[in-house]
Structures are given as structure tokens and as C-alpha cells.
């Protein structure tokens, strides 16, 4: 926020012109102080998608410097001016982590796990949330991964190597995991970026390989929970269509990053999308059909509650986020 | 959300034209299902405005018919049609109520109080909402209102009529005060909506006159809080402006009602609005200044966290939400 004068605020206040000379108030009370509280409200949010209860998890957000090349085919200049234009601090960008808690009644199904404990102090904080929200880690009967990137795998540990979710079958997109667990994959693709994720794979995966259950796009992954070809961000991603009577939610996971900068302008290439043109394909099939079908939609990293509508806007989308409701 | 039906999104999800014959999922475990939780998440936030820590406390929301002549210049169903396309119910409107608690290190300041008990079943939610966020009610030294409609001032008292604040000082608008609480306006006024107001003033108030400190615009009304002339919606609304240091938070009150309808359109007429050409001059000099200024703005009405920046768009504003930040 810009510096804002009070001289100018109150200037431009009144038809008349305010007096502008403030007395200081005076503090004549006996009471102590209230201590301030230096703690956020536990950031989970709760909705009904037909007789399902759906429940946003937020893993936390970070606060970044936007690296060079962080959009391959657009100026950095371009990419500083819209990230600030969105109100991100300057030069840098704000990204959240959004897994989702599916209750269909008869499963407890999470879509995706955060970043787990260790990657900073303001992510991995997924455990701490759906302990406010009540959601046992026991109990949760089902994990689905959309793309195995470490932010949306890494949760599946704890710090101790233990599971995060003992009970829960883990359910990975087949050709994510034929890409990230093949070793000559991870002898070729020698770039900081995807040697840091074949490392993360390994130290999640190695030790489940019998565990994990490989899943393919179009079919139910849980009940009422369907999984659709997402792929071009990694070569398996898949999107979830969670539908409950004529309710449907569709999960994007990474279809579009921060849609400030992605889903304004499906055409850019974050430099996280394995197959860029394949990756604004897909975001322009799956928001062209969010748009004219007025599908609510969770994106992973939209700001939570992380659920909003797409609207075409110029040669893009604009993100319109649903009005929080007090009460479910 | 419309129907979409699972053919059309599997269909549109495959290049190659995804198998639609989808199978049941088994459900094979032993695990007892998770109940569903019911329960909406606490919905309070919290942000620093310099060194002040600012908690936004929804006192809930609504969703309502929109009664004809609801906006007064503006024929019914271009109404209509603007709540719908901002995904509104259809033939309804969302409307949250969203105080303010700002804790500026010396004073615990409540600024507006909700519709208190007996309202509704999904308003009235304040007391639970700082309970959630660890406010004491005692604890508040200073109940700012911006002004005396029902659902900024009916909170000030419980169901049994005593003080739901009661250490607080309670302070009003002396420009609503003179117009709300002289008998020759109710004799005059008795339009059903003012004939209402009327009567809550006289609930919350007639035993409160020598209680009540009555501000002016232009000046400060608790430490760091500045009121601000914004009348037009009420004779004597005013916004308040919150500084700490360079930062600042602009409490707009009532000066545009829901965005999606009168940030949007500023020149509309919502029916609670006293003087309609005065409330729109009103509303286009505070939104105009918070766009120049980029200041962050809180509105009664906006979607909570109800925390954004107004940008210009067309011949009026667009509504740009912060960003969620789950940690302080």
C-alpha cells in the first residue's frame, strides 16, 4: 500500500475542508491494554457440493522474488508489472497452497498434501489446519495426487519418514509416475528445477512402490471424484471433477498457476510447465469449459478459499471468487 | 452453478475422447465413513495495519430476494441481471456484515456492531465470531459507529437488552444522532425501511443518551482512527480511517453497498441510501481517492475477509480481494 497522508485523506474528505488539526487522543482508560493476538484464523473453509461437504486445507504461502525466466515466453518487465498490478509486493509474487478434503459421505478423500514440514515457515502447515478443522489424518481413506511436484507430494511424509495419512490408499496419475520414477528420466532432465523434483519423488515414493496405486485420466478415482486429462503442466497431470447430484467442483491443481498472472494470460509459460504449449492447451480447454459451463473451480494456487468462477476477459480469464459464506 | 453434466466434462477433457463408461467405485474398507462436520470455519481474519493489528469479525450473511425498486434509477432487471452474472443466487443477493476489531497496542476499538440476536439464523453472529477470534467483549474500550442503521448498531445491546460491550464508550455520528433520534423525523418518515430504523435507534438508544459520545467528521475518534465525512447514505455517515505508521486501512462503511452491483455501478441508487445524488458524489470521492491512492479499503458489505483495493473499470470500480495470508 502506498503511503496515504492523513493531511490528504481528510483534504480530500470534506465538501467543506476539514479542520485539519488533530488533537492527540486521549488515553484516560484504567484498563489494561488487550494483548495483540499475532495469530491468523485457522485458514480451512468448508462448502457442500451436492451431498458431499468439501473442505479447503491451506498448506500455507509464500512470498517470492519472481526469478529470471520465471515466464519463458513473456519480458520479465511484463511479468513484474502484471504481478504488481495485482497487488503483489514489487518484484515479487504471493503464491498459496491449497489442497482440498473430500467428505462423499462414505470416503474422506484429500486431494493433494502441501509441501510437508521443512520447506519453510510459512508452507507445510496442512496438518495444523485440518487439526482446526477437525479432520483426523487417520481418517482420511483415500490421497489423490494430481501431479507428483513437490508441493503437492511432499505432504504425504512426515518429518520422520513416517506416513502422514497411515490409513489412506495413495493414488498417483500413471503417466506422472512413469515420468518422475524412471531413472534415465532423472539421468536426462539435469535442470535445478526437475532434479529438484526427481530428488523429491524419490525420497516420497521409493519405499511405496507396491503402496501407490497408478490411476488414469477418466476414471473415478474415488466415489464421485473423476479424474480428466490435465496434462502439459507434467506429463500426467490429471484434474478431478468431485460431482454430487447435479453439483459438480472441479479441482484444476496446476491447469493455471496464480491466476493473476495464468489464467489473465493462458498463453504464458510459468516456467514449471513441462510441455508449454501442451500446458496453455489445456488450460484453454478446461477454463473455456469452467467459463461457458460456470463451473465453480478450486485452483491450487488461488488466494484461499481457493474457489472462484472463470469468466473470459479479453484473450483470457478473470478469476471471480465466491462471496464467503458465514454459515454452510 | 448450472449443471454440468459428467458426459460433456469427460467428453471435453480428452483430446482423444476419454471411455464414458465409468464404473462404481468399490467401497471395500472396514474404516467407520468420517461424519461430515457441519461447521463452517470461524470467520474471522486478521491483518496488521502498521502496528496495529486489525480483525475483521463477520457478523454473518444473507442471501435475499431483491425486492422492486431496490435500485431506484436503474430499471429491475438490469439488477438482476448484474447479480446473476457475479454469480449470485438468481432473483437474490448476497449481503455479508463484516465489523471490525482494531486493537491499536492502548485501545480495543469495535468498529460497528452487527444485527445482535434475534435477526436471523445466519446473522447476529458477531459475539460467537470474536469468541472464535479470543476477543473479549469486555475487553473493548471504544464501539465506533459509522453509522445508525439496524445492522451497524443492533449488536450493541444482547437479546435481554443489556450491553453486549459493557466497558466500552460508544461513539456516533452527531449528524445521524440529530437526524435518527429527533421525533418530528419518525412522525415524518414513515416509509417502511426508515419507519424500522427509527424504532431500532429508539431500542438500542433511548436509555443510552447520556451514555453515547457523539463525533464529528475530521476528527479522531479513537487513537490512530480518524473519522471521515461520508454522508449521503445517512445524513451523518462517516468512513474511518486506520493509521499506524505509514500504513493505512480505510473503513468505507456503507459507502458503496455489495461491490458486484455499487462499486461496479457507482451511480446507482440503492434504496437505502438517504440522499441518493449526495451518496453517489460520496461514494465516487472516497472510491476515486482509494484507487489514486491504491489504500486498502474495508467494506460492511463486501465479501469477507471484505479487505481489497478499488480499481477503475469502465465508469466505475472493480473490487480486487486481498489475498488470503494464513499466516500474520
Not at 480530500?12 to 499475532?38: E, N, V
Not at 462414505?106 to 478443522?133: E, H, N, R, Y
Not at 515420468?179 to 529438484?196: E, G, I, L, S
Request: hydrophobic share 45%.
Amino acid at each position: 500500500m502506498t503511503a496515504l497522508t492523513r493531511r490528504r485523506l481528510l483534504a480530500g474528505a470534506s465538501a467543506a475542508g476539514a479542520a485539519l488539526a488533530l488533537t492527540p487522543f486521549a488515553t484516560t482508560s484504567s484498563q489494561a491494554a488487550a494483548p495483540l493476538a499475532g495469530k491468523q484464523a485457522p485458514s480451512f473453509y468448508r462448502s457442500k457440493v451436492g451431498d458431499f461437504e468439501v473442505t479447503v486445507v491451506s498448506d500455507g504461502a509464500r512470498v517470492a522474488p519472481i526469478p529470471d525466466g520465471y515466464v519463458r515466453n513473456v519480458p520479465k518487465e511484463q511479468v513484474l508489472a502484471a504481478a504488481e498490478a495485482a497487488f503483489n509486493p514489487k518484484g515479487s509474487l504471493f503464491a498459496p497452497f491449497n489442497p482440498v478434503v473430500v467428505n462423499t459421505g462414505s470416503k474422506l478423500v484429500l486431494l493433494d498434501t502441501g509441501f510437508g514440514a521443512g520447506i519453510g515457515p510459512t508452507v507445510g502447515l496442512l496438518q495444523s489446519t485440518m487439526a482446526a478443522a477437525g479432520i483426523d489424518p487417520k481418517a482420511i481413506d483415500i490421497v489423490v495426487i494430481s501431479h507428483m511436484h513437490g508441493d503437492h507430494i511432499l505432504g504425504l511424509k512426515n518429518a520422520d519418514g513416517s506416513l502422514a495419512f497411515p490409513n489412506a490408499e495413495i493414488k498417483v496419475p500413471a503417466n506422472d509416475w512413469a515420468f518422475w520414477m524412471n531413472d534415465d528420466n532423472m539421468a536426462k532432465y539435469q535442470d535445478p528445477f526437475n532434479k529438484v523434483q526427481m530428488g523429491f519423488n524419490r525420497k516420497i515414493f521409493s519405499d511405496l512402490k507396491d503402496k501407490v496405486t497408478r490411476y488414469e485420466a477418466g476414471k473415478e478415482v474415488a466415489p464421485g471424484i473423476t479424474a480428466i486429462d490435465a496434462s502439459g503442466h507434467t506429463p500426467g497431470q490429471c484434474a478431478l471433477v468431485i460431482a454430487s447430484g447435479s453439483s459438480r467442483l472441479l479441482f484444476q491443481a496446476d491447469v493455471t498457476n496464480v491466476p493473476d498472472l495464468f489464467l489473465r494470460n493462458p498463453d504464458w509459460h510459468v516456467m514449471f510447465d513441462h510441455e508449454p504449449e501442451k500446458a496453455a492447451a489445456t488450460r484453454r480447454r478446461i477454463h473455456d469449459m469452467a467459463a461457458a459451463e460456470k463451473l465453480l473451480v478450486t485452483g491450487y494456487h488461488y488466494p484461499f478459499p481457493s474457489l472462484g468462477y472463470s469468466e473470459k476477459a479479453g484473450s483470457g480469464y478473470r478469476l471471480i471468487p465466491v462471496a464467503w459464506s458465514p454459515v454452510i
